[in-house]
């Protein structure tokens, strides 16, 4: 492994712990029935029941575990292993069923199959060195007519609270 990628994975397992017991990623709330997803997901991915879902970088599974209570079948994949550690005991202790796999994204194997969609979310994009490659990468796992979704923005936006009157630094972040 090389230095940039052993140095992030060390950061994204020494974050598992702190955004697992934020107020951001609100797990308490998850845990009694709250969904993770935002409506424009929702809206733009649409219906799920009965598809398959493969989650690339999915940190500790929040949002996978959130398709996976909307009827996909799913799978989360994140290089870091304590955040899929992580991921496998919140779909125990929430008793929502799902796959997650121990991999980064180039090195996700085929046996993985093919996917009616395939997801990324908020932060997953800024960390990637070949995003031609990833594109590909996530591509590969698609099945015929199935599409790729995509929801990101910058990570700076994260360090602000925008209440519908002002914008000031959000101080529960990341």
């Known amino acids: 492994?090389?230095?940039y990628l052993k140095t992030n994975r060390k950061n994204w397992d020494e974050r598992v712990a702190l955004h697992a017991a934020s107020r951001f990623y609100n797990v308490a709330g998850f845990?009694?029935?709250k969904s993770s997803l935002l409506p424009l997901?929702?809206?733009e991915v649409g219906p799920v029941k009965d598809r398959r879902l493969l989650h690339l970088q999915c940190h500790f599974g929040l949002d996978t575990l959130s398709w996976a209570r909307r009827g996909a079948s799913v799978t989360?994949?994140?290089f870091s292993p304590k955040a899929i550690e992580s991921a496998r005991a919140l779909s125990d202790r929430a008793g929502v069923p799902a796959d997650f796999v121990l991999s980064?994204?180039?090195s996700l194997g085929r046996a993985l199959g093919k996917f009616d969609i395939v997801y990324a979310s908020y932060g997953a994009l800024c960390w990637i060195?070949?995003?031609k490659r990833w594109f590909r990468?996530?591509?590969r796992f698609l099945k015929p007519g199935g599409f790729l979704y995509v929801a990101d923005d910058h990570p700076f936006a994260g360090v602000f609270d925008d209440?519908?009157?002002r914008v000031q630094v959000y101080r529960d972040c990341c």
């Open 129 to 131: 060195g070949d995003l």
């Open 41 to 43: 997901e929702l809206k």
């Open 104 to 106: 980064d994204v180039y």
């Open 76 to 78: 989360g994949a994140d």
């Open 31 to 33: 845990l009694r029935g």
């Open 163 to 165: 209440d519908g009157r």
């Open 1 to 3: 492994m090389d230095k």
């Open 137 to 139: 990468t996530a591509a």
